[in-house]
C-alpha cells in the first residue's frame, strides 16, 4: 500500500476525542471539519513547560528522498504512547512546493503518518495563504506608497529588499521587473519571489509569542531606505495592524492525530536550508503544556536544522532539548560511501564504512551543543542483517546509543526500543544546551563558529557584495542578531556534489539578507537560492484526482 492508501484505510477519531487525551475541553476547540482544530494559546502553561521532555529529531546528510525524521518523529511518538507516556509530536506544515515538486507529501509515511493525510499535504487550515497574503500585503503597500503624491516616505525604489512570496516552487519569480505598464503601474523596479516557506512572515510567525509581539515584529521589519539613505520600516507604512488581522488564526497552532490515534500538534513550515527550519514556539510550548514527552523534528541535516532549532528558536524561546535524536539510514550511509542512488538497495558494507564519516561529523557537531546523542536508523526492507549489525555496531564504537527504529513498517510499535533510549538519555540530562557563539560576537565570528564547528570547513570567505552589505547592517546596529545561513542540505559544504565528510574546505558567503522582524541575519552561502525550482520530472505530473474525488500521487 502507498501512504495514501495507508492514511485513507484508517477511520480518524472524531478531534474532540484527541483533545480530550489532553485535557482538553470541547469548547476550547476552533474546528476545521471533524478531524483537525485550532488550539488557543491560553493552553500554554509555563510551569506545565518546565516539567516537560523535550526531544529534537534531526538527521545525518540526507539523500534527494529525505531520511525520514518526520516518520521518525511520528513513530516515536505513537511508541512512546505505547510504552505507558503521555507524548505528543510537534512538527511542521508542508509546504506546497515540495509536495509537486521532488519529495510528494510531508506527513510522515507508511504506518507512522499524521491525518487528515490530503489535507495536511495540500491547504490544511489555511496558515500558508495567510502568511502569503500579509507578506504580499506589505509589498502592495510599499509600491503603493512609492507611487503617492500626498503620502510619499520618499522611499528609494533602487533599495527596495522586500520581496513578495508565493508557496510554489516558481523559478521564473526569482528575479523580476515589477510595476511595468505606465504610470498607472508605478515606478518600475527589479525585485522577485521568495517561496512562502523562506519568507520573514513566516518566520515570525514561528518565532513570536503572542499576537501582540507578533504585530511589533512586523513592524520591526526593514524593507528599504529613503532618497537620503534613511531606514524604512513596516511600521512607517503602518502596515503591521493589517498583517496581524490576517494572521490571527494562522498563528494558532493545528491539533490532528496520527494513525494510531495520538495527538499530533502541526504548525508553521520554514525550509531548514534557506529559513530557521522548526516549527512555532507557540506549538513547541504548547505541546510541552500539554504533555510530559514532546517530539519535535529540524528540517535536512543537523548541519541545518538542528544548528538553527538550537541557537535561535531554543535561544529566543528559553527551551531546551532533553535529548537529540539523530536519524541515520543505511542508504544514506552507502551514498555518502560513493554507491550510485540507483544501486543503494543491494548490499555494500564496504559502501557503508566508507559512509561512516558522514554520520561521525553530525555526532560531533550535536555532542558540542553538550546534549544526548542517539542514533535512530531508519530500517528499511532492502536493508541486510549485516550492514544492521555492522551500523550498530559502529555506534557502539563510537559510544552512542543507537536503535533500529521500524515506524513506517510497524508504527509505534516498531519503534519501542528507541523509545526506550530515548526515555533512558532525556532522564540522565540535567543542563541546558551550550549555544555555539555568543550573542555578543561579531557576524563574521558566529559565521566562523557554525561553519567550523558545525560544518567541519576551514574558512568562511566573503564576496565584495557581502562585505559591503555586512558593514551597513553592523552600522545599522543589527551586529548582535544570529544568523541563519542558507546553504545546500546535500552536502556539509556549500557545494552539493561534496558527499560524505568533507575536508579542508571553504564557505562563500555570496550576499546577506536580513530579517530585523523575525530578528536573525541570513548569509547566503554557494548557489542556494530562496525561491527553488521545479525538478525535471515534479511529483505534480503523478497526481491526480477521479470523478469520485479520489487522489492519487500524493505520495
Same mark, same amino acid.
Given at each position: ?11 480518524a ?5 484527541i483533545a ?6 470541547e469548547t476550547q476547540?476552533?474546528?476545521?471539519g ?6 488557543p494559546?491560553?493552553?500554554i ?10 526531544i529534537l529529531?534531526t ?6 528522498a ?8 511520528i513513530?516515536?511518538g ?9 507524548a505528543?509530536?510537534?512538527i511542521?506544515?508542508?509546504s506546497?512546493?515540495?509536495v509537486?515538486g521532488?519529495?510528494g507529501g510531508a506527513a ?6 499524521v491525518i487528515p493525510m ?8 489555511g496558515d500558508?495563504h495567510?502568511i502569503e497574503?500579509?507578506n504580499?500585503?506589505?509589498a502592495?503597500l510599499?509600491?503603493?506608497?512609492i507611487?503617492s503624491k500626498?503620502?510619499?516616505?520618499g ?6 529588499i ?5 508557496d ?20 518600475p523596479?527589479e525585485?522577485?519571489?521568495n517561496i512562502?516557506?523562506a519568507?520573514?512572515i513566516m518566520a515570525?510567525?514561528?518565532l513570536?509569542?503572542?499576537?501582540d509581539?507578533?504585530k ?7 524593507i528599504?531606505?529613503?532618497?537620503e ?6 511600521r ?6 493589517a498583517m496581524?488581522?490576517l494572521?490571527?488564526?494562522?498563528i494558532k497552532?493545528n491539533l490532528?492525530q496520527?494513525l494510531e490515534?495520538?495527538?499530533?500538534i ?15 514556539i507557540?506549538?513547541?510550548?504548547m505541546?510541552?503544556?500539554?504533555s510530559?514527552y @514532546? +517530539?519535535?523534528e529540524a528540517? !535536512?541535516? *543537523? #548541519?541545518l536544522? %538542528?544548528e =538553527?532549532? $538550537?541557537?535561535i ?10 535529548t ?10 552507502k551514498?555518502h ?9 543491494n ?7 566508507k559512509g561512516?564519516?558522514?554520520l ?13 546523542? @542517539? +542514533?535512530?536508523?531508519n530500517? !528499511?526492507? *532492502? #536493508?541486510?542483517? %549485516?550492514? =544492521?549489525? $555492522? ?8 559510544g552512542?546509543?543507537?536503535?533500529l527504529?521500524?515506524g ?7 519503534c ?5 533510549k530515548v526515555v533512558e538519555a532525556?532522564?540522565?540530562c540535567?543542563?541546558s544546551?551550550?549555544?555555539?557563539y555568543?550573542?555578543?560576537?561579531s557576524v563574521?565570528?558566529?559565521?566562523e563558529?557554525?561553519?567550523?564547528t558545525i560544518?567541519g570547513?576551514k ?5 565584495n557584495? %557581502?562585505?559591503?552589505? $555586512? ?9 548582535n542578531?544570529p ?7 546535500k ?8 558527499l560524505?565528510?568533507?575536508e579542508?574546505f571553504?564557505?562563500?558567503i ?11 541575519i ?6 542556494i537560492?530562496?525561491?527553488p525550482g521545479l ?8 497526481i491526480?484526482?477521479?470523478k469520485?474525488?479520489t487522489i492519487?500521487?500524493?505520495?
Amino acid at each position: 500500500m502507498t501512504d495514501i492508501e495507508i492514511a485513507s484505510s484508517i477511520k480518524a477519531k472524531h478531534i474532540r476525542d484527541i483533545a480530550s487525551k489532553l485535557a482538553i475541553k470541547e469548547t476550547q476547540l476552533e474546528y476545521y471539519g471533524s478531524d483537525k482544530a485550532k488550539l488557543p494559546l491560553e493552553l500554554i502553561d509555563a510551569s506545565s513547560i518546565k516539567k516537560s521532555n523535550l526531544i529534537l529529531v534531526t538527521a545525518i546528510t540526507p539523500t534527494p528522498a529525505g531520511e525520514g525524521k518526520t516518520t521518525t518523529s511520528i513513530g516515536l511518538g505513537d511508541a512512546l504512547n505505547e510504552i505507558g507516556e503521555k507524548a505528543v509530536v510537534v512538527i511542521r506544515e508542508p509546504s506546497l512546493g515540495p509536495v509537486f515538486g521532488i519529495k510528494g507529501g510531508a506527513a510522515g509515511g507508511g504506518w507512522s503518518q499524521v491525518i487528515p493525510m490530503v489535507d495536511i499535504n495540500l491547504h490544511f487550515t489555511g496558515d500558508f495563504h495567510a502568511i502569503e497574503k500579509a507578506n504580499n500585503l506589505l509589498a502592495a503597500l510599499i509600491d503603493n506608497n512609492i507611487q503617492s503624491k500626498t503620502k510619499s516616505l520618499g522611499i528609494d525604489p533602487r533599495t527596495v529588499i522586500w520581496k513578495r512570496c508565493m508557496d510554489m516552487n516558481d523559478r521564473g519569480l526569482r528575479s523580476i521587473i515589477a510595476a511595468l505598464g505606465g504610470k498607472s503601474g508605478g515606478i518600475p523596479r527589479e525585485t522577485g519571489f521568495n517561496i512562502t516557506a523562506a519568507s520573514e512572515i513566516m518566520a515570525i510567525l514561528c518565532l513570536c509569542d503572542n499576537l501582540d509581539s507578533l504585530k511589533q515584529m512586523c513592524g520591526n521589519i526593514y524593507i528599504g531606505d529613503t532618497w537620503e539613505g534613511k531606514p524604512i520600516y513596516a511600521r512607517d507604512l503602518n502596515a503591521e495592524g493589517a498583517m496581524a488581522v490576517l494572521l490571527k488564526d494562522a498563528i494558532k497552532p493545528n491539533l490532528v492525530q496520527t494513525l494510531e490515534g495520538n495527538p499530533a500538534i502541526i504548525h508553521g513550515g520554514p525550509f531548514a536550508n534557506i529559513a530557521q527550519g522548526t516549527n512555532s514556539i507557540l506549538a513547541t510550548k504548547m505541546g510541552m503544556s500539554l504533555s510530559d514527552y @514532546v +517530539v519535535t523534528e529540524a528540517g !535536512f541535516g *543537523s #548541519d541545518l536544522g %538542528a544548528e =538553527k532549532f $538550537l541557537n535561535i528558536k531554543c535561544r529566543t524561546a528559553g527551551l531546551s532539548p532533553k535529548t537529540i535524536v539523530l536519524v541515520a539510514t543505511i542508504r544514506a550511509l552507502k551514498y555518502h560511501g560513493g554507491k550510485k542512488l540507483s544501486e543503494l538497495t543491494n548490499e555494500d558494507t564496504e559502501a557503508l564504512r566508507k559512509g561512516f564519516p558522514n554520520l561521525e561529523r553530525h555526532i560531533s557537531s550535536l555532542k558540542s551543543f553538550g546534549l544526548p546523542v @542517539v +542514533v535512530s536508523i531508519n530500517a !528499511f526492507s *532492502s #536493508d541486510t542483517e %549485516a550492514e =544492521k549489525e $555492522l551500523l550498530l555496531s559502529h555506534c557502539g564504537k563510537l559510544g552512542v546509543a543507537a536503535a533500529l527504529s521500524y515506524g513506517w513498517a510497524n508504527g509505534g510499535k516498531g519503534c519501542t526500543d528507541l523509545a526506550a533510549k530515548v526515555v533512558e538519555a532525556a532522564s540522565t540530562c540535567s543542563q541546558s544546551f551550550k549555544p555555539t557563539y555568543s550573542l555578543e560576537d561579531s557576524v563574521r565570528d558566529k559565521m566562523e563558529k557554525i561553519c567550523k564547528t558545525i560544518y567541519g570547513a576551514k574558512n568562511v570567505l566573503l564576496s565584495n557584495k %557581502a562585505n559591503a552589505q $555586512l558593514r551597513r547592517f553592523e552600522r545599522m546596529g543589527y551586529a548582535n542578531l544570529p544568523v541563519c545561513i542558507a546553504k545546500t542540505q546535500k552536502s556539509l559544504s556549500d557545494d552539493e556534489k561534496r558527499l560524505g565528510r568533507p575536508e579542508n574546505f571553504d564557505i562563500n558567503i555570496r550576499e546577506f539578507e536580513i530579517a530585523t522582524g523575525a530578528g536573525f541575519i541570513i548569509p547566503i552561502a554557494g548557489d542556494i537560492l530562496r525561491m527553488p525550482g521545479l525538478p525535471s520530472t515534479p511529483s505534480a505530473e503523478n497526481i491526480c484526482i477521479d470523478k469520485d474525488g479520489t487522489i492519487t500521487g500524493l505520495f
